[in-house]
């Protein structure tokens, strides 16, 4: 009840808690905190409360940035891969290939929802991650000072050839 009483309305641009009331709502860990503390064991709870509410915003912050890493964005004609859960039977889940592909997104409907080529018909976008593209090779030109090119014609004429011809090795 009271995410939907908290949830931003976007015809009244304002939560319903909000129009009803008059003032936002509070959560519990904001709702515990109250004035400052004056006995040790009201300080040593204030200090639990606080350190509650810091973790409790940095689990908010994470789970936000998670959101927004998980709205990939994908677009008609992607290379994906599906996570498939599915394994035959007789076959360890843990050494299984679950995810299959890759497959190029057909259609999109909504934001999470999309249609791929000889796929299940509709795949929710938790089931996809892009197919990484990885560049080509970078190359390497090396940039050879004058001063240390050196000329063929110095090098003795038997420079090029190998020096056991037929696989011959001394050992000493």
Known sequence: MFSLNTSFDTTRLDTPFFLVH??????????????????VQERTAY???????????YAQACAEDLQKKAK????????V?????????GLSRKLAHMWHGPFRIQEIHDDF????????PWVHVSRLKPRALFPK???VEIEVNEDDDFDAALLPGD?????????????E
Do not use: C
């Open 137 to 139: 090779r970078p190359t």
């Open 159 to 171: 420079s090029w050839e190998p020096d056991v011809v037929n696989d011959e090795y001394e050992v």
């Open 47 to 57: 200090e639990w409360r606080r350190k509650l509410q810091r973790d409790y915003s």
């Open 22 to 39: 008059g003032w936002d709502a509070h959560g519990t860990v904001s709702a515990m905190l109250g004035p400052r503390p004056s006995s």
């Open 81 to 89: 891969w599906l996570y498939i859960p599915k394994v035959q039977p």
């Open 72 to 79: 990939r964005g994908f677009a008609a004609g992607d290379a």
């Open 113 to 120: 929802r999309s249609r791929g080529y000889r796929v299940n």
